[in-house]
Structure formats: C-alpha cells, structure tokens
C-alpha cells in the first residue's frame, strides 16, 4: 500500500470506533437465536402433496372419465360385468369373510334404530383400550394432574369465617383482601393422582375409556369417568384467544352453573401461540414455562372446587386441581364456586369486589425473567359459547358418574346445552361429544 | 489448535450451533469495523451489523469451503449495505455523503478533529464505488479478494483504487493551494 492510502487508513484506523458492547451482544444473540431457529425449521419433515400417487387404476379410472358417449360406457360397463361373472365364483371359495356384529347404533335424535350391520375396528366389540394404545384416537395435548381427595366441607349450610384483618391488605370497611390460593402449577405434591393423556397412555385416559365403552353400547364404569379431563379435552382445543394484545391472558367467563342454581360455573381458558405475539409470545418451548394459579376472594366465594372434585372451603390453602399444557395446546379449566358471604363490596368506581384473580406466568423463549398477567374474575359474564359448552360436557361427565349433584338434570338438558353452544367446531370435537351424550343418553333409558 | 475459519463455516452450514456462534465472535469486531468503513457513521454500522447478523444464518447456506470465510463474509455485508442505502433511497432522498461524524468524534484533541474533518471530506469526494472498494482495500485486502467481493473484475477494481488515489491527490493539492 503506497503512500496516499497508507495515510488514509492510518487515519481511518485512528477514527474507527469500538462495537458497542450492549449492540454486540445483542446481534450475536439475535445471530444464534435466528440460527436456531433455522435449524429447527429445516430438521421439520417438508409437507407432503395429499394427491395420491398415480397407479395403473389411475390410467383406467382417466380412460372411463374419458369416454362418456352413451355406447362407450355400455362396452365398458358389459365388459367389466362379463369380467366379474367369471372371476367372482372362484373368488368366493377361496376368501372367507369374518362374521361381522350385530350393532344396535343410535341416531342423532337419540331413537333406537333397527339393528344394522356395520363392519370396521371402531364399532366392533374389539375396541379395547388396547387396541387405542396403539392407534390412539387424538394428538396428545398435555396432562392433567387431579387434585387430593378431601372429606367435602359442609359448607353450604355454614360460611366460613372472614379471615382477620391483616396489615395493608385490608379493604375500606375492615375486610381483608386475602386471597384463597389454588395452583395450577406443576408444584403438585407427590402423593396425587396424575391422571396424565400423554400419548403413551392416551387409551387408558378418561375420554377414551368412555367412548370405546359407549361405542360397544355399554354405559362407562362411573369410577372411568374423570370430570376434569372430559373437559380439558372436548372444551380446549378450540379455544381461541384474542392476539391483537402484545400479550394474551387467560379467558375467564363465570355462568350460572345449569344443574344448581346455588353456585356458579369459572371457566378459564389459556393458548398458547406460536404465531402473532412477537416477542412476547407464549411459545415456550416447554411446558415448565407456563403456570397457571388461580386465587379466590374469600369474602365473595365461600368454597370452591374444580368440577368433579369436592369443593372445599377457601381457608384450606391445599393445592388442588393442576394442569400444564404446552406451547400450542389449550386448556380448559371449570371450577365451580359457591357464594361467600354475599355482599357486593364496591372497589372505586363502582366496580364490584372480583370474585378471584387468575395469574399466568410465563417465560418467554430465551428470556431470563418471568412475566405475569392478572386477570379478575368477575361476576356473572356474558353469555359465552365456550363456557356453556365446557358445562354442557362437565354436566354430561357427572351423569356419566351418577354424581347426586347432577339428580335433577338430565342428558336432555346436556345434548341441549352442547348443541345450542357448539360453535363454529373447527376440530369436530364438540360433535362427536354431542354423538357421545345421545349414546349415553340412549344406554340410560 | 485453533480451528480455522473454514472448518467453523463448514460446521456451521451443517448445523453446529457452537461453530457459528464461534465463528461470529471471531470476526465480529472486524465485520463491525467494514461496516464502519462502508457507512461512515457509528450508528449505521451498528444497525448494517445487526441486519449482517440477523441474515447470516440464512445465508450460510450459500458458503463454499473453497472460499475464505473473510470473503464470503465481506461480500455479505457489502451486499448488506447495498441492500440498506436501496431501502434508505426508497423513502428518505437518500444524503449521498458519507459519515455522520457529529456523533463519532471519540477524541477532543484538535489533531484528531481536523482528521476526522478531512476523511469526511475526502470520502464525500469519492463515488459509493469507490468507497466500497476503498473500505474493502484499507481492510488489507488484495484487488482479486475485493473484485471477488464485489463481483467485479480485479481490473475494475484497481482502476478504482487508482482512481481514488487520483482524487485524494487532487484533494490535498487544493488544500496546499488554500
């Protein structure tokens, strides 16, 4: 380098500025982050054309599209049937056909129809659990942990007492606002049930022992029937949450509970997605970063439980009823709650006292810090398709059981509930647990 | 034994995650420091870095083995900073001058300042051509490495190194004069 760029890079060498420290750390991080991302992208299997292959029926079923004058097809079609004549006697010595069941099947108005002959592994009396280990009938979409069982409070004759004034918690008349806590978290102790539908036992969980039993015509055991998991699973998958927000929190909804006029029905719904949200999205890449707590306000909820369990009184602080659920799975939550002491206490601006708050917590992918959304629980919402449904399908979950606090409701009221809050059913879940309650409801008549 | 850029690059273009994050950290203050070279402005050179960084897993794809990773790696931030002028263009009646020094005077001292004054100068004489070419030059690299960058021929680009000579000459002749 002679003389005239030496000097200019002398001086360019003495005017080039340090990288910043904070932007190189932060382009090498983007750098990786978008490497990995990448990776991912490209170790996922291409989608495949759903066209089928082309065989040599192909080039047949082309050639009888192709001729459509009337002497064509009647060739055609003597030749094929001349064909069929001499092939089909020997045929039928030589290939046996099982004997197929006899299946008395309902329609959808949920009237015995003359018994028919149907054929094929979901309506044989070969459908086992086994048989749905191995071909399950539904992606997985997270587990469901089932609270402890505890002796049920007599609590709807006895309130509980206002818990003491303590500290600034306090509201304007001396009221605390202490709340009950229930978690949805994995911190479940050890000794509770875990009724988890991973896919490995996806054929012994709740849903599909319930309907291999009614597709055999067989009214369920009422000890198969898990309340929570009939919910989560005909209830979540198509939810979906607003994500024109930065981030999205849960959906609470609370409606009359449609088999006792004395509580009332909180529905809480959470997806996550992968899509739209930026960087705050819930997509995490595990499970462990999502968390869900639930919190009562005991001055307006004197007990509370999920559906299905016992409810209990808000000063027994157990951790009850927990579910996870990953980044593109939704969950489905129905606790039922029973008034507390029945005073609206006004919180400013005419707002009334919450019934409870819900907390997500959550870690964004590759962030170093958790982040939480509260939402109230408010009274008595707007009419809500997916919380009618949710308690159309937990109502249809307690008949299955026999519970007594379903003895005044009937299948009628469930199947009506479901149909009039099926929605738009995107995934046909909710119909086919509208097909389940007419078999049901067919079986227990 | 370190190993090379070329073995880190390969690696990376198969999917090591530790061999591209390697490979960045090596080069990125040298990176930064063209890009300081290409835009004559700190800012700039932060922001045509992090588009650098945010392409470059994509672009990785495109690396051949025969090629030193230095190349492959300049030849994406010139295209970088082709790419960001064009956008700059598009919506803003893009200010041909080069350098923002109000913000990147790092020294007080006179000397410094009246260095600074006349590269701003002496750069805004010279055509986008010949500063890319310049930047890629001053970086030690040879006219056939930077011809390969640009996607020029090695003629073009010492035609261009002497053309910029001519007018850095020219500059300092009127200032003597002055």
Not at chain 1, 112 to 132: A, K, N
Not at chain 1, 390 to 415: C, K, M, Q
Request: hydrophobic fraction near 40%.
């Amino acid at each position: 380098m002679n003389d005239d760029l030496g000097d200019l890079k002398a001086t360019f060498d003495a005017v080039t500025p340090q990288a910043d420290a904070a932007r190189r750390a932060e382009n090498l991080a983007l750098a990786e982050r978008n490497f990995r991302d990448l990776q991912r992208v490209q170790s996922q299997e291409r989608p495949k054309s759903a066209r089928p292959l082309k065989q040599f029926s192909t080039g047949i079923r082309a050639a009888l599209t192709s001729l459509s004058s009337k002497k064509a097809l009647t060739t055609t079609t003597a030749v094929i049937a001349g064909g069929f004549l001499l092939i089909m006697p020997q045929m039928q010595d030589s290939i046996s056909l099982p004997p197929s069941p006899q299946i008395t099947t309902l329609d959808f108005d949920g009237e015995v129809t003359e018994p028919q002959i149907e054929s094929g592994p979901m309506l044989t009396d070969d459908l086992t659990p086994d048989l749905l280990q191995r071909e399950p009938l539904t992606e997985p979409f997270g587990e469901v942990l089932r609270g402890p069982v505890v002796e049920p409070p007599e609590l709807q004759a006895d309130k509980p007492e206002r818990f003491a004034p303590e500290g600034d918690d306090q509201l304007g008349d001396g009221v605390p606002m202490r709340f009950a806590t229930t978690s949805a978290d994995m911190a479940v102790p050890e000794n509770e049930a875990l009724a988890s539908l991973s896919a490995t036992d996806l054929g012994q969980s709740s849903y599909a022992l319930v309907r291999a039993a009614l597709m055999r015509g067989e009214l369920p055991p009422p000890d198969a029937v898990h309340v929570a998991e009939m919910v989560s699973h005909f209830a979540a998958d198509s939810i979906v949450i607003d994500t024109t927000g930065p981030v999205t929190g849960p959906i609470i909804r609370t409606i009359q509970t449609p088999w006792n006029a004395n509580t009332s029905l909180v529905h809480i719904t959470v997806q996550g997605r992968e899509e739209s949200l930026g960087v705050n999205t819930l997509a995490g890449e595990s499970s462990d970063n999502i968390r869900l707590e639930v919190m009562f306000n005991p001055v307006q909820v004197a007990a509370f439980g999920r559906v299905g369990d016992d409810m209990r009184s808000l000063d027994d602080s157990d951790r009850v009823g927990a579910a996870s659920f990953d980044a593109e799975q939704g969950i489905s939550v129905l606790y039922e709650i029973s008034p507390g002491v029945g005073r609206l206490i006004e919180t400013g601006a005419g707002q009334p006292d919450p019934l409870g708050q819900v907390v997500l917590h959550f870690r964004v992918p590759d962030g170093d810090r958790d982040h939480e959304i509260e939402t109230p629980i408010i009274g008595q919402s707007r009419s809500n398709t997916d919380a009618f449904f949710a308690a159309a399908v937990a109502g249809f979950a307690l008949l299955l059981r026999e519970d007594p606090s379903v003895a005044g409701w009937s299948y009628d009221e469930a199947i009506s509930l479901a149909e009039a809050n099926r929605g738009a059913d995107p995934f046909g879940h909710r119909t086919e647990a509208l097909q389940l309650m007419r078999l049901a409801q067919g079986l227990a008549e | 034994m370190i190993t090379s850029d070329e073995d880190l690059a390969a690696a990376a273009a198969m999917g090591d995650a530790d061999a591209f994050a390697s490979l960045l950290e090596r080069h990125y203050d040298r990176l930064f420091g063209l890009c300081f070279r290409l835009t004559g402005s700190r800012s700039e050179a932060e922001d045509l870095t992090q588009d650098i960084c945010a392409a470059l897993p994509t672009k990785l794809s495109g690396y051949a083995r025969r090629a030193k990773v230095t190349t492959w790696l300049y030849r994406v931030a010139v295209n970088a900073a082709h790419d960001r002028r064009r956008k700059r263009a598009s919506y803003v009646r893009a200010r041909d001058g080069w350098g923002a020094w109000e913000v990147n005077r790092k020294a007080s001292d006179e000397a410094t300042n009246a260095q600074i004054d006349w590269l701003t100068h002496a750069m805004n004489q010279l055509s986008t051509d010949l500063r890319d070419t310049l930047a890629l030059i001053l970086d030690d690299m040879t006219h056939a490495e930077a011809a390969d960058i640009i996607g020029v021929s090695e003629g073009t680009v010492s035609w261009r190194v002497s053309e910029a000579k001519k007018r850095l000459r020219e500059i300092k002749e009127k200032e003597d004069v002055a």
